[in-house]
């Protein structure tokens, strides 16, 4: 059984950073790819970036150049660092891990970008 626990989520200004982890337990294996996902208010949940076990990364073009994900495998952490936030960037944000079989959903952190 796999759990994901995310954490760092918070209200921030535009402009400001956050930097939010994912703690993965139970049966993980570093090959298999974790990402992170975001839902709006209203809209569809979408895909944020992701990272493979070999360290490959993809972002979403709404967000490159201004979050950046990395993994610890030592520690079956993932991270998303969050800069130059823009309100637009305001969703519930989910933690993902998939295997060939089956795929494993965070419980979700808010993060909300105002002035």
């Known amino acids: 059984q796999v759990q994901l626990v995310e954490s760092g989520g918070g209200l921030v200004q535009p402009g400001g950073s956050l930097r939010l982890s994912c703690a993965a337990s139970g049966n993980i294996f570093s090959f298999n790819p974790m990402a992170w996902y975001r839902q709006p208010p209203g809209k569809q949940r979408e895909l944020v970036a992701a990272?493979?076990?070999?360290?490959?990364?993809n972002y979403a073009d709404s967000v490159k150049g201004r979050f950046t994900i990395s993994r610890d495998n030592a520690k079956n952490t993932v991270y998303l660092q969050m800069n130059s936030l823009k309100p637009e960037d305001t969703a519930v944000y989910y933690c993902h891990y998939s295997t060939t079989w089956y795929q494993y959903w965070g419980q979700g952190t808010q993060v909300t970008v105002s002035s």
């Open positions: 990272v493979t076990g070999g360290g490959s990364t």
